[in-house]
């Protein structure tokens, strides 16, 4: 069993090696127990993601899905019958199996990041309302927050607090940098109550990202974005400052990327036009975030 823990370990580092993650060394420089159980978290968000991501039949991504509902359903009530869908599940799983009791990991959370991979692999994206988005940023980044902040050292309802503000913070970012790529694919995460307010309703994603008003829809995004920012930032101050290194470091690096997007007066689709992107961090600034916090 040693040396299945060892291949597993090797396994799993190679799937968040793989994944060009812009916070896998500091991931890396946590305390081996901690560093395997983030890891494991990040393979499942990777694994279920790539599904969600992947061509193919929304049938065989809901089955694929299912098959992670049910395998993550079996550490906490395990039963004989089950068998893992391939090596990186099964790798996955058993480091996840010593992390949940470790930290008391909780099931609906990795329920909720499933849950949130459903809506993706479902075809054409369309969010009804302010609230269907931010279920959708709970589910996708906040529930992921949730299940970190007990490994880096905070399980208690001030570290969910935190995970709760910035998760949502993260996400509404990235859904506004990537609204552009997001509608090639014909996936639109701005809610249609918001869009109705800028008389964008009902438009196909294309158009949205074409029409005028769309810089005003990123900007009340952004304003939401602000704000939990802020509320993440004020939730981190009543935490244990070791246990909020990583998501500080999370946070100030995506907060890089909204006041780019600002900069740009909301308009990351002509960046894209040009081949361009607004990255997430620069390496020199990542470094400096690194090093004033502990990282690097």
Known sequence: MKQDIQQAHMRVGDIVGASGSSFYWAMRLLPEQRRQ????????????????????????????????????????????TFKPL?????AILLILSQAIKDYGLS?????????????DAHGPISLKDMAALDLYCDRVASAVGRLCVPIFGQADAKGRDVADHLGRALQLTNIIRDVAEDAQIDRLYLPQDLLAKYEMEKLSPHDVVAHENLPKVCAALGELAEERYSKAAQAMDVCAPKAMRA??????????????????????????????????????????????????
């Open 247 to 296: 998501p500080m470091v999370m946070m100030k690096v995506y907060y890089q990327n909204l006041k780019r997007l600002r900069a740009v007066n909301w308009q990351p689709q002509a960046l894209l036009a040009q081949g361009k992107a607004v990255k997430v961090y620069r390496k020199i600034e990542k470094m400096l975030i690194g090093l004033r916090y502990g990282f690097f």
């Open 107 to 119: 099931e609906a959370d990795f329920q909720a990041v499933i849950d949130g991979m459903e809506t």
């Open 86 to 90: 391939d090596d990186n599940m099964a």
């Open 37 to 80: 159980a983030i890891f494991a978290v990040y393979g499942f968000c990777r694994e279920v993601d790539n599904i969600a991501d992947e061509e193919g039949l929304d049938a065989d991504k809901r089955a694929a899905l299912a098959h992670w509902r049910r395998a993550i359903g079996e550490l906490y009530n395990p039963s004989s």
